[in-house]
């Protein structure tokens, strides 16, 4: 039973356009949530997060939107950008973990911004 | 040399030897982790060490047998591996909860291929 979805594998934008990441959780008690970038052959990097007593988190180009009610948080990032173009994961921790670094990830979503 | 780094980058080892995975962060974090990313699946956490201690290790074949000797090196030792435990090994730190919130910081990881 996966916690932590990605529904779409992919998402392919145009350049300076708005790109939106979409992410759903079925665990109640995570509460910060995360979002990294990936290169192939690199590991994640961090993004940007957001803690489950906000409903958004801006950083630059990035912001991150969280519905608890509906268990479902996002990834803004605009203007878009070739060089955004990587894997996005969406992960979450808490859920009585004592690490910041104990992450359901989900399964991420290739994003393509063209030229 | 900051952050976290892994090593090496790439494996290839067969069935019957062994061979360790090392990771190193030099970012004073006290919680490190192990994390395996298989083809067409989201990152799984493998195990979890708090000052040196494991306080997680999520169901995984002993195999696999992880080493913490300081807060700073985290090792993977791998014996008698099966092909298909050939994956991206990522080590990963970030401070313990209850010390501010922080993301955890990614390795480059290790390509493990068995043969």
């Known amino acids: 039973d996966q916690q932590v979805k990605q529904n779409s594998p992919s998402l392919s934008v145009q350049e300076g356009r708005i790109s939106i990441l979409n992410c759903d959780y079925t665990?109640?008690?995570?509460?910060?949530f995360l979002w990294y970038k990936k290169y192939p052959a690199e590991g994640p990097t961090f993004l940007i997060s957001?803690?489950?007593?906000?409903d958004k988190n801006e950083d630059g180009r990035f912001t991150v939107f969280l519905n608890k009610s509906a268990k479902h948080l996002s990834l803004h990032i605009v203007p878009s950008q070739p060089g955004d173009s990587a894997v996005y994961f969406c992960?979450?921790?808490?859920?009585?973990?004592?690490?910041?670094?104990?992450?359901?990830f989900g399964q991420g979503t290739i994003l393509t911004v063209h030229p | 040399e900051t952050g976290v780094t892994q090593t090496p980058r790439h494996l290839v080892m067969g069935m019957t030897n062994k061979k360790s995975l090392k990771c190193e962060q030099h970012?004073?974090?006290?919680?490190m982790y192990w994390y395996k990313q298989s083809a067409k699946k989201p990152l799984e956490l493998m195990f979890v060490y708090n000052f040196k201690e494991q306080t997680e290790n999520n169901s995984v074949p002993s195999r696999f047998s992880p080493e913490c000797p300081n807060s700073s090196h985290l090792f993977l030792h791998l014996h008698t591996l099966q092909p298909e435990d050939s994956a991206l090994y990522l080590c990963a730190s970030s401070r313990a909860r209850g010390r501010g919130n922080t993301e955890a910081f990614f390795g480059q990881g290790t390509r493990l291929t068995v043969v």
């Open positions: 665990n109640s008690m995570f509460d910060y």
């Open positions: 992960a979450a921790s808490g859920a009585g973990g004592t690490s910041y670094g104990k992450l359901t």
């Open positions: 957001i803690s489950s007593i906000k």
């Open positions: 970012l004073g974090h006290n919680a």
